[in-house]
């Protein structure tokens, strides 16, 4: 069942990219739009928790529906609380796996876990399954090209 591969991050230093902070339209094209006003530091603007937050790299296609494919790079915070909904590492029976947090019905005993494709079936836990909430999806990184 590996999902991911799991990869500290170097926080340390500044990594500033320009950014356009006031948005690009992506229907039809804006002519205030033809500069760029300010820098995007990843380490500060992305990463809220740096000694709490590692990266992953995404394998196989449980969480396609969700916008996560094979290769993509996930910024996981350990430092946030998970609630339902949530898209989650979870460390379940000594393995890796990316879902949904489902807790709606955690009032009567039951924490599922939920894949983003709907080729694959709901994780129910059961007694005597080993679950660890890792971390909480906090970003996905996208190579397009």
């Not at 902070?21 to 033809?34: K, N, R, V, Y």
């Not at 969480?63 to 290769?71: D, H, Q, S």
């Not at 993509?72 to 909904?85: C, F, S, W, Y």
């Not at 709907?118 to 994780?123: A, C, F, G, L, W």
Request: net charge negative.
């Amino acid at each position: 069942m590996k999902e991911i591969e799991i990869y500290s991050g170097d926080f340390s230093g500044e990594l500033a990219l320009k950014y356009a902070d006031s948005g690009i339209f992506c229907g039809f094209p804006s002519p205030a739009q033809d500069y760029i006003d300010r820098t995007l530091n990843f380490n500060e603007d992305i990463i809220k928790h740096p000694a709490a937050t590692f990266y992953a790299k995404a394998m196989g296609d449980s969480m396609v529906e969700a916008g996560i494919e094979e290769g993509d790079i996930l910024v996981i915070d350990r430092a946030l609380e998970p609630v339902n909904g949530d898209i989650i590492v979870a460390h379940i029976n000594q393995e890796f796996t990316v879902k949904y947090l489902d807790v709606s019905d955690r009032d009567k005993g039951i924490v599922r876990l939920l894949p983003g494709n709907s080729r694959y079936k709901p994780i129910i836990m059961k007694e005597g399954d080993e679950l660890n909430i890792w971390g909480v999806v906090s970003s996905v990184i996208k190579r397009l090209r």
